[in-house]
Nanobody, 123 residues
Framework: VQLQASGGGLVQAGGSLRLSCAAS????????MGWFRQAPGKEREFVANINWSGDNTHYVDSVKGRFTISRDNAKNTLYLQMNSLKSEDTAVYFC?????????????????WGQGTQVTVSR
C-alpha cells in the first residue's frame, strides 16, 4: 500500500488542524494504521493508532483529549484531528500502516509509510 499524508501547516497555539493520509489499494481496509511525529533532533514518536475497523484506538498521553484518529475505509483515508494545538506539537507528522494487530507504538513495527507533512504551531 502507498500512503500520502497531507493537511499540515502553520497554526497558532490553541488552533486546530486535520491531517489526512490517502492510501492506494484495497488492502488499506485490512491494515492497522498509525500516526507518528518527529521534531528536529528528536526520535520519531508515536502519536496514535487505530485498528482495521476503527473500533479501537490508542494515544500517547500528551495528546489524549486533544487529538482524534479515525479512518474511512470506503475512501481509503486515515485522519488525525488535532485540537488545542501546542508549540510542542510542532513536528513532521507521518502516517504508517501495518498488517496484524494495531496495538504497536514502536515505529519499527510499521511497514508502510507516508512522506510526512509539516505541522508548525506558533506561540
Amino acid at each position: 500500500v502507498q500512503l500520502q499524508a497531507s493537511g499540515g501547516g502553520l497554526v497558532q497555539a490553541g488552533g486546530s488542524l486535520r491531517l489526512s493520509c490517502a492510501a492506494s489499494g484495497r488492502a488499506f481496509r485490512t491494515y492497522a494504521m498509525g500516526w507518528f511525529r518527529q521534531a528536529p533532533g528528536k526520535e520519531r514518536e508515536f502519536v496514535a493508532n487505530i485498528n482495521w475497523s476503527g473500533d479501537n484506538t490508542h494515544y500517547v498521553d500528551s495528546v489524549k483529549g486533544r487529538f482524534t484518529i479515525s479512518r474511512d475505509n470506503a475512501k481509503n483515508t486515515l485522519y488525525l484531528q488535532m485540537n488545542s494545538l501546542k508549540s510542542e506539537d510542532t513536528a513532521v507528522y507521518f502516517c504508517a500502516g501495518r498488517q496484524g494487530s494495531y496495538y504497536y507504538t514502536n515505529h519499527t513495527a510499521y511497514s508502510y509509510w507516508g512522506q510526512g507533512t509539516q505541522v508548525t504551531v506558533s506561540r
